[in-house]
């Protein structure tokens, strides 16, 4: 897929892997980048240094839908079609199966790590989906790109990591199935 123009949404685009996609992709390629994230003061600050005209920063949290929903809404507002979609938001929250007291771990701490890692990809790329499907197919037939970051704690995670692990064993597991059943609309 050609990148130039092409606009990205980049979840976890205020740090680290995320950030680096978006700077990238802005400069070396002429993409227009999306950045949904928790962090306002980060994504803002990255919107300023890749400049307004290239980049829109969407408060967003990956585990909730509504907040999904108004970050596509203003995207699409100011873009007009989504392309390309990279899942980089995640939270290694160490969680481990016995505290020091062999005491079970609450489940809280696991659910959040699920949610966030695997649940919000899912949020996202389904979302992101809907719009790339809407797009007029370019000379090699496609309409849009997702990526979902996945880690090697997928295969051999530490301890502490049973949560982490389980998340992006889940992501390796989603994507074969979500690129035979998108295949048609897009490449994940
Ligand atoms: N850093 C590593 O060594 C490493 C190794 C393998 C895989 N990964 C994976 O790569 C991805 C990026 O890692 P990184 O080190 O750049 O992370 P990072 O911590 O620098 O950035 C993650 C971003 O996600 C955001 N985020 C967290 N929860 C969110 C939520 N609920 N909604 C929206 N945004 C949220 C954070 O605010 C942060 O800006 C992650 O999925 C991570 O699991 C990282």
């Excluded at 596509?72 to 989504?82: H, L, R, T, Y």
């Excluded at 990591?161 to 889940?170: F, I, V």
């Amino acid at each position: 897929m050609k990148l130039k123009n092409r606009v990205l949404v980049i979840t976890g685009g205020a740090s680290g892997l995320g950030q680096a996609t978006a700077r990238y992709m802005v400069s070396e390629k002429g993409a227009k980048v999306a950045l949904l994230d928790l962090n306002e003061a980060a994504g803002t600050a990255t919107v300023e240094e890749l400049g307004e005209e290239n980049a829109i920063f969407c408060q967003t949290d990956v585990t909730s839908e509504e907040s999904i929903d108004v970050a596509i809404a203003a995207i699409m507002d100011k873009f007009g079609a989504i392309h390309m979609n990279v899942n980089a938001a995640g939270i290694p929250l160490p969680c481990k199966i016995l505290d020091r007291e062999g005491k079970a771990s609450s489940l809280a701490k696991y659910a959040m790590v699920i949610n966030v890692n695997l649940m919000g990809v899912f949020n996202v790329m389904a979302k992101c989906a809907e719009q790339m499907a809407k797009n007029e197919p370019d000379q090699k037939g496609e309409r849009g790109v997702i990526v979902n970051v996945s880690s090697g704690a997928a295969y051999e995670g530490q301890i502490g990591q049973s949560a982490y692990s389980g998340s992006k064993a889940g992501v390796n597991g989603m994507n074969i199935p979500a690129a035979r059943e998108l295949g048609p609309w897009v490449s994940v």
